[in-house]
């Protein structure tokens, strides 16, 4: 299993990247492989190590895609970027950038690709100068399926991408942008641009976030309470630009969070992987 290692290797170099100032998040997604652990190790390993190298601002992206029968391990960074013309260059041993700062990367590389061979792996990179670099191997998928024993918790679901997300937002270009960037995340988006379209929904969501002002004469507070009705095992956030005492005497806002407008990706990441226990006793 992919996700472990990465969690893993994210711990361990997570000291490294907060004396450079910068983040490393690991993406929705999960896939399993087999294949020599080790040596999947130092690849990802070699990859993490330059892009904390060479990243001066931002952070690096783990992530897992499944592409047909591949799984496609990446790790994507924020940092200068590597010329098209360069980009073969940097795997052929002992040969690095005439502009890089530092040494090791051509070597690392040529490693990399050798190594890579012998798992019947592909290493790929793609990268655009002042944008970032994407370094990625590919391996096919295991047929072996993971034993669940019990039930995933919600914030785990998070992780893996595997949440339904209700949006419900009277304001179509407000409810697109966030479908947008959680769709990018992997999750089940279903979208909603009133009271009645939601309720329409059913109870076919994990989590649902709600605005306040819906523009009809019920708000997103009643909404919340009927959707409950339906669905009392989801979890529930208010998304609101409105002065808190709006809202904050009505009943109904038990054990909702209260997400204030406008929401930053941070703060929606950090609502989505929080235990339901901790979710539901506090407010953002």
Not at 179 to 203: K, P
Not at 209 to 217: R, S
Not at 226 to 249: I, M
Not at 256 to 284: C, F, G, N, R, Y
Request: charged share 25%; net charge negative.
């Amino acid at each position: 299993q992919v996700r472990p290692l990465l969690l893993e290797l994210r711990e361990t170099f997570a000291p490294l990247a907060h004396e450079k100032g910068l983040s490393i998040r690991i993406g929705p997604g999960d896939a399993i492989v087999e294949t020599d652990a080790g040596l999947l190790r130092s690849i990802i390993q070699n990859f993490l190590s330059n892009a904390i190298r060479y990243t001066t601002k931002g952070g690096i992206l783990l992530g897992v895609r499944r592409r047909g029968g591949m799984a496609r391990i990446d790790v994507i960074d924020t940092g200068p970027g590597i010329p098209a013309d360069k980009q073969k260059q940097i795997f052929r041993e002992f040969e690095r950038l005439a502009n890089s700062n530092e040494g090791g990367i051509g070597l690392g590389l040529a490693i990399v690709e050798r190594t890579a061979r012998v798992l019947n792996a592909r290493v790929s990179l793609r990268s655009r100068e002042s944008r970032g670099s994407r370094f990625s191997i590919s391996l096919p998928l295991s047929n072996v399926a993971p034993e669940l024993t019990e039930p995933v918790p919600l914030h785990e679901r998070a992780s893996l991408g595997q949440l339904g997300v209700l949006i419900v937002d009277d304001d179509l270009p407000n409810c697109e942008a966030m479908e947008s960037y959680l769709a990018a995340l992997g999750y089940r988006i279903v979208l909603a641009t009133s009271a009645a379209d939601a309720l329409a929904v059913g109870g076919d969501f994990d989590v649902a976030l709600i605005d306040f002002n819906l523009g009809d004469k019920e708000d997103g507070l009643w909404l919340i309470a009927r959707l409950r009705e339906r669905n009392p095992n989801a979890s529930y956030a208010l998304v609101t630009a409105a002065r808190p005492n709006e809202y904050s005497a009505r009943p109904e806002l038990a054990n909702v969070s209260v997400l204030h407008k406008p929401v930053s990706a941070a703060d929606l990441e950090q609502w989505l992987h929080t235990d339901p226990k901790t979710l539901m006793s506090s407010q953002i």
